[in-house]
């Protein structure tokens, strides 16, 4: 028996079970773009003649993003919308995925720059994997160097703020992973940012009430090319097994995710009350921001480049 959307009498297209409704193919996009919208208002205003920057890798969650800011600020003439790439050197990966990035680019006539592992750091990340001694995992490696790029591109660029395309997933993954670690500091500097840090472009993540699969069909309804491969180091990602428990909890009690980011939204303030932003030093090296005298991505390519010295 077919299923009639719940706010019309046109086929049902998905089931959304954390809220018992089912929805046709208009009325999920517009379900999905109202909440997009609104929590883009809720983290800051844009004001005129911005440089919104978009962190895009290929993948359906950076791209959904790019597409639906585009969307919003398109009549908004005075502001810029530019997309970003960084390309870590991972072959038969990355580089399939970028080519989706441009693609999508061209297409929507969106400027496109692209930054990499090579010339910032000195080595692609298949080469650091390779001279990798252990001590710390491929994604803690590529997380560093990629926040590093994205702030320095970003800032080249004159960028005012930064879009990610971090999901509903991702921030409760983020949120269990920092709470079980003990790591409070941490989880209270979760994005979106309230307060500009000199030297770091505020960070703003539009996606961040969408869940994953849900950016997946509304790719597909908007006709949004995307790249669906997984990075080939992220079987041993850490990561994995806060995602693992979270979409067990999902399915048994459909909501869990909302639970668990409302609940952290509502003791943000009183974590930044304990753990304020501290003030930023500039690396001795790079000259990017650090709470120590070198920052962790001088601290990890000095690693990488001569580890026989670290």
């Not at 500091?185 to 960070?203: C, E, N, S």
Request: with cysteine.
């Amino acid at each position: 028996m077919k299923k009639i959307c719940s706010k019309c009498n046109k086929p049902a297209i998905t089931f959304i079970r954390y809220n018992g409704t089912h929805l046709c193919k208009d009325h999920f996009i517009q379900y999905f773009e109202k909440r997009v919208k609104k929590d883009i208002k809720k983290q800051g205003k844009t004001d005129n003649k911005s440089k919104i920057g978009v962190a895009i890798s290929g993948g359906k969650d950076s791209l959904v993003a790019l597409h639906i800011i585009n969307d919003i600020f398109l009549r908004r003439r005075e502001i810029d919308v530019i997309a970003i790439t960084v390309d870590e050197g991972i072959k038969g990966y990355r580089d399939e995925s970028i080519k989706i990035a441009v693609s999508n680019c061209i297409k929507r006539s969106i400027e496109h720059h692209i930054i990499t592992f090579k010339e910032m750091i000195g080595k692609t990340m298949d080469e650091i994997v390779l001279r990798n001694d252990g001590n710390f995992g491929e994604c803690s490696y590529c997380g560093v160097f990629r926040r590093f790029c994205l702030n320095n591109k970003a800032k080249e660029l004159g960028i005012t703020k930064l879009i990610t395309g971090h999901n509903l997933d991702d921030m409760t993954q983020s949120i269990l992973m920092n709470f079980i670690n003990g790591d409070i500091k941490k989880l209270a500097r979760l994005g979106p940012h309230q307060k500009v840090q000199p030297g770091l472009v505020p960070r703003v993540l539009p996606l961040r009430l969408i869940p994953e699969k849900e950016n997946a069909l509304y790719a597909i309804l908007k006709n949004i090319e995307y790249h669906n491969d997984e990075c080939p180091y992220s079987a041993n990602a850490y990561r994995g097994i806060f995602r693992d428990i979270i979409d067990d909890l999902e399915y048994k009690n459909p909501g869990t995710r909302y639970s668990i980011l409302n609940s952290y939204d509502e003791i943000k303030e009183l974590l930044l009350d304990k753990y304020p932003p501290i003030e930023l030093n500039k690396c001795k090296n790079c000259g990017e921001p650090t709470s120590q005298e070198i920052c962790k991505a001088c601290i990890f390519k000095e690693k990488i480049l001569n580890p026989d010295l670290s």
